[in-house]
């Protein structure tokens, strides 16, 4: 497959309508949730402090909200707060160096007079008195005989520096450590700026330090035993404390832990139904407080687990959707993307509407849903609107948290105007539809208030205000059908009555031009009428459509029998190929006509499809009998263009059409001999496939076929033969009217 295929390919697949519907579902999926999330506080409304209030609100529920400071708790969790802070302690560097700097002196001053040759008592007493010494006489003793003084001062040296990594922290630290229960803290080093905690315990104590200095001692000098005790001398008395409190550390943590505490508010409980503002006051920042533990319950705002909320809302939702068509729609629901549009179209207006009605100061009740529903029954049917009604109610309940309430009085409302629209033919009941819808959604309200034991007020209010609802809702209806209608070609049923009108221009012009035509359409008319109604379809449309199926013979009506005035056929001078272009041609030119005059495309599907592709007859059979030297007429020369009737309003039509036409060669129209005739135009029509691409039924057909015969029947009914009366005066004998001024002559 080179790439030229696999592109025509791809174009193939996503131009089909089902991908096309899909597309248009996902968009409306992402445009919705994208509405949902530009807007997200879809119930709260933008008071601020210092606000007028334009609409009483009352408690959804009972709930708590959190206003003005408690001081005592907040006191006590500032001071949790400190307690929970750590305990900063650092290595101090400069008791370390000099505990270092008084060992390398004490042996300095040692390692000079060990040098000198004087007496040994005198040695001893200096270095005691030079560097005020702690170390005993008889130590100092034994460290002048040694004659590795050098090396004794390294491993004393290494000592102290092991014991420095355990940590020696001071007694005044340690107890105050202890005084505060800390058993916990922070060793904070300045050298690689990095904190370890650790716990008091693991580091030396006065008490602990001697016993490591002998077990250090004892390990490092194992074969000096007399050494040993000097060099514990030496370490007990010049080793310092290399560990203390950071209480400056200590305390920036500390500030740190009360900027993070959250202050903690007094709780004040609002039962179900309170007044929480009052219309006309002004709003404070208890009222703020109040509305904001509303917004938490109902919207919890733009987080990860609202999205993923919505995301799964939308999905289930979309399984609701999906089994409804499943089980109601027909098969090919998803291939007519017209609908689809429209419907989609509708429901993000909606979406639209209910978050600007919400943020206004209008109880939600208000929100015009029936129009929504009014419009779609109007264009696509009931069952698609009660769908959409359904799913984009429980959306803009769950989202405004309104609870059953609220779906409640948009469901009955909407259904009530839904089915005040199911078979309207004029704008006049829209608006009443828009009443009725208002005092629906009114007793609904009330319904809603009983069970919750509102205030009078409430049904006043919100009731009135649904009423309004009702009426805005017609007034949408009305605003926006004609918009729909044009954009999407959709005939209504008020379009299809000015259409049926008889003095429309194109109407008039078939009367004048072809008379003949013309009755044979209000013929068709009436005769589909009667069978749509007989097996549920739109009689209105079909009825329509039978109005101006033939409006392309006006150009050339005297080629069509109908219209033949004069003795003698237009036909007899052509030869029957020419005579079927001429007749073929009127599919042709009706479209041509119908757009001249912007008819709906539902209109000039009439006109394409009333007679199918089926086989112009009379000249063909005309041709097969003049054909000459074997040379056969091509059949296909002789059908018309076609396409075949698509649904069963078209596919009336073709049988209508020429049921009519063939009635009137009837030379007795007896009621068998009506009957025979429907039967055979019909089984001709099935029997030539003319049928195959509609969804009529044999028991369909039969009901078509029933309520053919009884409309022929009324129009080729007898009538009984009036005697002559013999008595009546002839209008030669009648006086005149001026003699009857006139005197009798004497």
């Known amino acids: 497959m080179n790439k030229l295929d696999k592109y025509e390919k ?70 949790e707060a400190v307690k929970d802070a750590p305990y900063f302690i650092r290595v101090d560097r400069s008791a370390e160096k000099g505990s270092v700097a008084n060992i390398k002196g004490f042996f300095k001053v040692l390692e000079g007079e060990s040098k000198k040759d004087i007496p040994e008592n005198e040695k001893i007493e200096f270095i005691q008195t030079q560097i005020e010494s702690k170390v005993p006489a008889n130590d100092i003793k034994i460290l002048l005989e040694n004659e590795d003084i050098k090396g004794f001062e390294q491993k004393v040296l290494l000592i102290l520096e092991k014991i420095y990594l355990l940590g020696y922290i001071d007694d005044g630290s340690l107890k105050f450590l202890k005084s505060e229960k800390k058993n916990k803290v922070v060793l904070y080093n300045e050298r690689d700026d990095s904190e370890t905690e650790k716990s008091t315990g693991d580091f030396l104590d006065a008490d602990k330090v001697d016993n490591v200095v002998k077990t250090y001692v004892s390990k490092d000098f194992e074969h000096e035993r007399n050494e040993r005790k000097a060099a514990v001398q030496i370490l007990s008395g010049y080793i310092a404390p290399n560990l203390v409190l950071d209480e400056k550390k200590t305390d ?33 920042a208890g009222h703020i407080a109040q509305f904001s533990q509303l917004r938490r319950v109902f919207r919890p705002g733009v987080t990860p687990t609202f999205l993923l909320g919505v995301v799964l809302l939308f999905v289930l939702l979309g399984v609701l959707g999906i089994i409804d068509v499943a089980f109601t729609q027909k098969k090919g629901f998803f291939r007519d993307t017209k609908n689809i549009a429209i419907i989609l179209l509708n429901m993000f207006f909606m979406l639209i509407e209910a978050d600007f009605i919400i943020h206004s100061p209008q109880p939600s009740y208000f929100i015009p849903m029936a129009g929504m529903g009014m419009i779609i029954t109007i264009l696509v049917g009931f069952n698609v609107a009660f769908l959409s009604v359904l799913l984009l109610s429980i959306l803009i309940s769950l989202l405004m948290g309104g609870g059953v309430g609220v779906l409640f009085v948009f469901m009955v409302g909407s259904l009530v105007g839904m089915y005040a629209v199911r078979d309207t033919r004029r704008r006049s009941q829209i ?34 205000w649904g009423i309004a609802s009702g009426i805005f809702s017609g007034f949408i209806v009305l605003a926006l059908l004609p918009v729909f209608e044009y954009l999407f070609k959709v005939p209504t049923n008020i379009t299809l009555l000015e259409l049926s009108d008889l003095n429309h221009p194109l109407l008039k012009e078939l009367a004048m031009k072809a008379p003949g035509t013309y009755h044979h359409s209000i013929m068709v008319g009436n005769l589909a009428e009667a069978a749509c109604d007989s097996i549920g379809a739109n009689s ?45 041609k009127h599919v042709k030119k009706g479209v041509e006509i119908a757009k001249k005059h912007k008819l709906n495309k ?13 086989q112009i007859s009379y000249f063909y059979q005309k041709a097969l009998e003049q054909s000459e030297n074997g040379i056969v007429a091509k ?76 409309v022929l029947m009324g129009i080729f009914h007898t009538r009984l033969t009036y005697p002559e009366d013999t008595q009546k005066e002839t209008l030669m004998d009648l006086p005149d009217e001026q003699d009857n001024d006139k005197k009798p002559k004497q």
Request: hydrophobic content about 40%; charged content about 25%.
């Open 10 to 79: 791809v174009i193939k697949t996503i131009t089909r309508k089902e991908v096309i519907s899909l597309f248009l579902i996902m968009v409306f999926v992402i445009a919705a949730i994208s509405s949902i999330f530009i807007s997200p506080r879809f119930y709260q409304g933008s008071m601020q402090e210092g606000d007028i209030a334009l609409k009483d609100v009352y408690a959804p529920y009972d709930f708590v909200y959190f206003w003005e400071i408690d001081e005592g708790k907040n006191a006590k969790v500032r001071e």
């Open 252 to 284: 920036l943590k500390k500030e740190e832990a009360l900027k993070k505490v959250k202050p903690v508010y007094r709780e004040w409980p609002v039962k179900k139904n309170e007044l929480i503002i009052e219309k006309g006051i002004r709003v404070d």
């Open 431 to 464: 608006l009443w539809a828009g009443l009725w819808v208002g005092i629906a959604k009114f007793t609904t309200i009330a319904c809603v208030g009983l069970i919750n034991g509102m205030e009078l007020d409430f049904y006043i209010h919100d009731g009135l």
């Open 540 to 584: 209105l449309l079909a009825r329509v459509g039978a109005y101006y199926h033939d409006i392309g013979k006006i150009p050339q009506a005297e080629y069509f029998a109908e219209n033949e005035m004069s003795p003698g056929s237009r036909h007899a001078k052509l030869s029957p190929s020419m005579s079927a272009l001429i007749i073929g």
């Open 602 to 614: 539902a209109i000039i599907d009439f006109i394409t499809q009333h007679h199918g592709d089926s």
């Open 635 to 710: 059949e296909e020369s002789f059908r018309y263009p076609g396409p075949k009737p698509q649904t069963k309003e078209s596919a009336i039509i073709l049988l209508a059409d020429s049921v009519e036409a063939a009635s009137r060669t009837l030379e007795e129209p007896t009621p068998s001999s009506i009957r025979n005739l429907v039967r055979k135009m019909i089984n001709n029509k099935f029997i030539d496939s003319q049928l195959d691409e509609c969804d009529l039924t044999l028991k369909d057909m039969h009901k078509i076929a029933d309520s053919f015969v009884r």
